[in-house]
């Protein structure tokens, strides 16, 4: 069927130019129909969408555009069967292909050809069925949700309403609920860009990468500076990997029954989240041991509050939902603040514990503000040795002199360090690693060595008066 509108498609400026008239001229455009008709008729269709799938990662912003036309072509042309089939144990086909890309584009500016065929695949939409539990209703119920809110508004008068239950979906609450300073709006950025990220992985790619976070998680051994972003880009992985609650099934006499492969892949996909739902409570444990404040962490709390908000609001409780005791866990812990608790006040419930360094038992380790105090005593006691030497010297300096080790004794990290550096055949204590890991940025190598063998340091500035 043939619907046609009271405007026509915008004429492009560059490249090729797109088709002057309705909607009628597009769909009997030659270029569409080619990159349609090599679709349809290939006989490895999986094998096609697998190669677009893999070069997602590494488009730049034309090349996204330009595949995100050539599957927004196959979707416009092609039978709805075919558009929204998936196909292989990815269950990739070219709706969710063009969902993801999307995503990916962001906010960029649509370019004429991509207008228009985005134009022609929401004329699908309509006549789409982007309500159900089969398969081919997620992925145009996905599609839906992807599409750019500009092309609904030249459609019809009024945006049509979109689901808010995806994982896009609660990426963007988390922006408009978070504040608008410039850090808060990187800390967004990155978000979403993970959530977004994680969204395009296949099945497959889901477990490595869940294991790559938990490794991450593993080597962080201490308070510096390096350790806070490592340890943030782990909260926001979680956080981004999180699925949102799900009610517990129940029985219905007019569904029909799960086949292995269904059941196999949804016991896979439920043991995935109870890993990604630990990994994210140890990181937030952790978190709060090393550091004072939730600020830097706060557009990934928002975000699983907003998750746990969504499923009450449907009038469920989350304890009451699948994993409800982890969930429960995860409530009070996102809702609480680091100055006035911490997780060892959460109630721990059955089938979660901490793992990793940092969360067997409660540490007094620096806080931001404590890391400025050792940076002022660690540069008073260089210039006290007169702007040169070995870390060593360094250390023995800042415990020596009385007035130094006054000003860092109360806020000092005792514990000994997770660090691989070693002085003197002996481990060293966490301030002390800090002190040896900030040698290279306040100092640079003279060149020469202490009797101890260890690298001597100088000043590179000078004190000011």
Same mark, same amino acid.
């Given at each position: 069927?043939?619907?046609?509108?009271?405007?026509?498609?915008?004429?492009?400026?560059?490249?090729?130019?797109?088709?002057?008239?309705?909607? %009628?001229?597009?769909?009997?455009?030659?270029?569409?129909?080619?990159?349609?008709?090599?679709?349809?008729?290939?006989?490895?269709?999986?094998?096609?969408?697998?190669?677009?799938?893999?070069?997602? !990662? =590494?488009?730049?912003?034309? +090349?996204?555009?330009?595949?995100?036309?050539?599957?927004?072509?196959? @979707?416009?042309?092609?039978?709805?069967? $075919?558009?929204?089939?998936?196909?292989?144990?990815?269950?990739?086909?070219?709706?969710?292909?063009?969902?993801?890309?999307?995503?990916?584009?962001?906010?960029?500016?649509?370019?004429?050809?991509?207008?228009?065929?985005?134009?022609?695949?929401?004329?699908?939409?309509? #006549?789409?069925?982007?309500?159900?539990?089969?398969?081919?209703?997620?992925?145009?119920? %996905?599609?839906?949700?992807?599409?750019?809110?500009?092309?609904?508004?030249?459609?019809?008068?009024?945006?049509?309403?979109?689901?808010?239950?995806?994982?896009?979906?609660?990426?963007?609450?988390?922006?408009?609920?978070?504040?608008?300073?410039?850090?808060?709006?990187?800390?967004?950025?990155?978000?979403?860009?993970?959530?977004?990220?994680?969204?395009?992985?296949?099945?497959?790619?889901?477990?490595?990468?869940? %294991?790559? @976070?938990?490794?991450?998680? !593993?080597?962080?051994?201490?308070?510096?500076? +390096?350790?806070?972003?490592?340890?943030? #880009?782990?909260?926001?992985?979680?956080?981004?990997?999180?699925?949102?609650?799900?009610?517990?099934?129940?029985?219905? =006499?007019?569904?029909?029954?799960?086949?292995?492969? *269904?059941?196999?892949?949804?016991?896979?996909?439920?043991?995935?989240?109870?890993? $990604?739902?630990? @990994?994210?409570?140890?990181?937030?444990?952790?978190?709060?041991?090393?550091?004072?404040?939730?600020?830097?962490?706060?557009?990934?709390?928002?975000?699983?509050?907003?998750?746990?908000?969504?499923?009450?609001?449907?009038?469920?409780?989350?304890?009451?939902?699948?994993?409800?005791? *982890?969930? !429960?866990?995860?409530?009070?812990?996102?809702?609480?603040?680091?100055?006035?608790?911490?997780?060892?006040?959460?109630?721990?419930?059955?089938?979660?514990?901490?793992?990793?360094?940092?969360?067997?038992?409660?540490?007094?380790?620096?806080?931001?503000?404590?890391?400025?105090?050792?940076?002022?005593?660690?540069?008073?006691?260089?210039?006290?040795? !007169?702007?040169?030497?070995?870390?060593?010297?360094?250390?023995?300096?800042?415990?020596?002199?009385? #007035?130094?080790?006054?000003?860092?004794?109360?806020?000092?990290?005792?514990?000994?360090?997770?660090?691989?550096?070693?002085?003197?055949?002996?481990?060293? %204590?966490?301030?002390?690693?800090?002190? $040896?890991? =900030?040698?290279?940025?306040?100092?640079? +190598?003279?060149?020469?060595?202490?009797?101890?063998?260890?690298? @001597?340091?100088?000043?590179?500035?000078?004190?000011?008066?």
């Amino acid at each position: 069927m043939v619907v046609n509108v009271p405007w026509a498609l915008p004429i492009a400026s560059h490249h090729a130019p797109v088709p002057l008239g309705g909607v %009628e001229t597009w769909q009997r455009h030659p270029r569409l129909l080619r990159h349609m008709r090599l679709y349809r008729d290939s006989p490895e269709r999986l094998t096609v969408l697998e190669r677009y799938w893999k070069r997602i !990662g =590494n488009l730049n912003k034309r +090349d996204l555009q330009r595949f995100a036309c050539h599957a927004g072509s196959w @979707i416009a042309l092609l039978p709805l069967e $075919v558009a929204a089939q998936p196909l292989g144990g990815d269950e990739l086909s070219p709706a969710r292909l063009l969902a993801c890309l999307l995503r990916l584009r962001g906010s960029a500016p649509l370019t004429p050809w991509l207008r228009g065929v985005l134009h022609l695949v929401a004329l699908r939409l309509k #006549e789409a069925k982007v309500v159900g539990a089969d398969r081919k209703a997620k992925h145009w119920a %996905e599609l839906r949700r992807s599409m750019p809110p500009t092309i609904w508004k030249n459609l019809v008068s009024r945006c049509p309403s979109l689901p808010r239950d995806g994982c896009a979906g609660f990426a963007a609450s988390a922006k408009c609920a978070s504040a608008r300073s410039k850090a808060a709006s990187k800390r967004l950025r990155l978000l979403d860009r993970e959530v977004k990220c994680w969204c395009c992985y296949s099945p497959t790619e889901h477990e490595p990468h869940v %294991e790559r @976070i938990k490794i991450m998680l !593993g080597s962080i051994g201490g308070g510096t500076d +390096d350790d806070a972003k490592l340890l943030r #880009e782990v909260v926001r992985a979680a956080a981004a990997s999180l699925a949102p609650p799900r009610a517990k099934a129940m029985f219905n =006499n007019g569904g029909q029954l799960m086949t292995d492969v *269904d059941i196999q892949r949804l016991r896979a996909a439920a043991k995935l989240q109870r890993r $990604v739902r630990h @990994i994210f409570l140890n990181a937030i444990a952790m978190w709060r041991k090393l550091w004072s404040d939730d600020v830097q962490i706060e557009p990934m709390l928002s975000r699983v509050k907003l998750m746990i908000q969504h499923f009450e609001s449907l009038g469920g409780d989350v304890r009451g939902a699948c994993a409800g005791a *982890d969930w !429960g866990i995860i409530q009070e812990a996102v809702s609480l603040h680091a100055n006035s608790a911490s997780l060892e006040s959460v109630p721990i419930g059955s089938g979660w514990s901490p793992e990793g360094p940092g969360c067997a038992q409660k540490k007094n380790v620096l806080t931001p503000r404590a890391s400025a105090k050792l940076k002022t005593a660690m540069l008073e006691a260089m210039h006290r040795l !007169g702007g040169q030497g070995s870390s060593l010297q360094l250390i023995d300096m800042m415990r020596a002199d009385p #007035e130094i080790w006054a000003s860092i004794e109360g806020s000092a990290n005792r514990l000994e360090s997770h660090s691989t550096v070693r002085m003197k055949n002996r481990k060293l %204590e966490c301030w002390e690693a800090n002190v $040896v890991n =900030n040698s290279k940025r306040y100092c640079y +190598d003279s060149g020469q060595k202490s009797e101890e063998g260890l690298r @001597i340091w100088n000043l590179k500035h000078a004190r000011v008066a």
